[in-house]
């Protein structure tokens, strides 16, 4: 058995302490991130440059001997590898060149994709090579709703009217779109895989504002296949999924996709999940990101709450969501070691 | 017993067709609205004008004969008539000053919200006296939560970072906040009753993005207290509770709160809902507001499976969110004639 406490937790096995690791963990709270960060050009620039997103990845490892790394990236590299138009403007999002027409869906390169994203691939198996031992090495896509809607919409959205407009009136090219990037991230992910990565996880950071019905469709369907085609070909991997704002779909989520891991928004409450999704999954979560910016006894407290409550069974202790970068790094530090201790 | 086909549903009656109306029926979709507004100067000078507030309410009315007509205001007026700065940027918005410090809070002008909100509730008079004989009328207000995160912010928010700091970092700050909106919204929405409203709503649009311990105290305790009261205080009056984004916590709210009516968003599933929170209370909702901007067949089969798995108990079609503006008026037509048929 793998002495990696991420691998044993996805594997079922309930650890005191658990395994921790943060969304984001690597990014704009630490002094030496932004030190990169001011070096590289643009965002893209640093996903794309194997040294220098190794280092970054690697920066709160050292800090705070997390029990997974992250691979540096960002989940709009797979349009980009598509050959869309993407980039990111500080403090403002990304921007993309909207998707609207069939001749949009014709132009995307899927045979170039990994070509494009070789990069990432070496920055995996650069990581693979320098971990810590006991360090999990995480790989990541976006799901194919999420992605789309970026690719939709041209960036964030407040209401995500142009991707439900085109799901709702354009049915035959957004599932069109929804095919394409679902055999994308699958391509990607198993690619991946084979650079290193021992995990992956799949963030459907906007599944939360679909229906239920559309949520079948457009989020738990893709996951469904993209689980089982890379479980085939992959048997070891684990799969971790977020479904972010799933709420009442989270159990449904869990159920057909058969992840592996079912990592928890902030508003997800303990006790129904530890009765109602810990039985079928490993557990990720969930702390609210602004609480560990805040920090003080108010944190300690929920801390101490998550792990009674969630820490009885297969766990990963994790925020609800990325970690904000008004965080300050102290924070993170009485944090790991209150789940440590 | 009352004709009226709203106050029957939230009495537990079960009725089909069952009532209808729509949150924002009284709004920019409307060209009539468009007009009105146009003439009225700033949004408030709207919503403090009762000859022009009266005429847009009854707008929608007319038009569609909708089963209950909603007093045309808008949640910030408590603020505003506490004393607070409010102005709406239009596109963007409202825009308040924000609250930071405990002197902040001794400037609430309690004694004079209710002579500040004069002409809402000069409208909420006129309206019982003018609106036909088969529409309800239904009064509203913010729920506390959802109208301090506008004060502390100073508008809308992405995440609430500051209410969420205030909330961990102030507790007692907050808190009192909190009780000072609490008390407010009982005062007024106790005016709005005596003044003619037959069913209350409140609206708390951002109790969703609460953890599960904070959506009790400030959600649903707040709420325990307002329905409490003014049901102490007037024991026919109806009241619907709109926790949106609530999801898991959705039946907490209902047991708890007492309400007769629970808004549900697009996002709730509807078998859910009828199992497990329409014994406790009428529903309301969900269809998403975006697919009424598209119309068509897609409507249509949301707004046949809402009726076969809502009508079965008591109902009261509508959205799961305020309609948009982008709304083309003859697809409430067609959703409104599809409920009626």
Redesign the interface.
């Known amino acids: 058995m793998t002495t990696k406490k991420l691998l044993r937790a996805l594997a079922g096995e309930t650890q005191s302490p658990p395994p921790v690791w943060l969304m984001r963990q690597a990014g704009r709270y630490l002094p030496e991130y932004r030190q990169i960060r001011a070096q590289a050009g643009t965002f893209l620039d640093l996903c794309y440059n194997p040294d220098l997103a190794v280092e970054v990845t690697h920066q709160p490892i050292r800090r705070y001997n997390f029990d997974a790394a992250i691979l540096f990236s960002d989940i709009l590299v797979v349009p980009h590898g598509l050959g869309r138009t993407v980039s990111f403007k500080e403090g403002e999002g990304p921007v993309l060149t909207p998707i609207g027409l069939a001749t949009d869906l014709d132009g995307l390169d899927i045979q170039g994709l990994l070509t494009r994203l070789q990069p990432v691939l070496e920055t995996v198996k650069r990581l693979s090579q320098t971990l810590p031992s006991s360090c999990a090495l995480i790989g990541f896509a976006g799901a194919p709703w999420t992605v789309a809607t970026y690719m939709i919409e041209g960036g964030s959205s407040k209401?995500?009217?142009a991707s439900?407009?085109m799901m709702?009136?354009q049915?035959d090219l957004f599932a069109r779109l929804m095919e394409i990037l679902t055999d994308a991230t699958i391509a990607y992910l198993g690619a991946q895989v084979e650079a290193g990565a021992e995990v992956l996880q799949l963030f459907d950071s906007w599944s939360?504002?679909?229906?239920?019905?559309e949520?079948k469709r457009w989020s738990i369907s893709p996951m469904v296949k993209i689980v089982a085609e890379l479980k085939a070909k992959y048997p070891a991997i684990k799969i971790v999924g977020f479904p972010k704002?799933a709420?009442?779909?989270?159990r449904n989520y869990v159920i057909d996709t058969k992840v592996d891991g079912i990592s928890l928004d902030?508003?997800?409450?303990?006790e129904?999940a530890a009765e109602n999704l810990q039985p079928l999954a490993t557990l990720q979560g969930n702390l609210?990101p602004?609480?560990v910016?805040?920090g003080?006894e108010?944190l300690d407290q929920?801390v101490d709450?998550l792990l009674t409550v969630l820490g009885k069974g297969p766990f990963i202790a994790n925020l609800?969501h990325g970690i904000?970068p008004?965080t300050p790094p102290e924070n993170v530090d009485r944090l790991v070691k209150r789940i440590r201790r």
Chains 1, 2 share one sequence.
């Open positions: 209401d995500f009217a439900k407009r709702w009136n049915p939360g504002i679909l229906p239920e019905e949520f704002g709420g009442l779909m989270y902030w508003t997800v409450p303990l129904w609210d602004i609480l910016a805040v003080g108010a929920a709450r609800g904000i008004s």
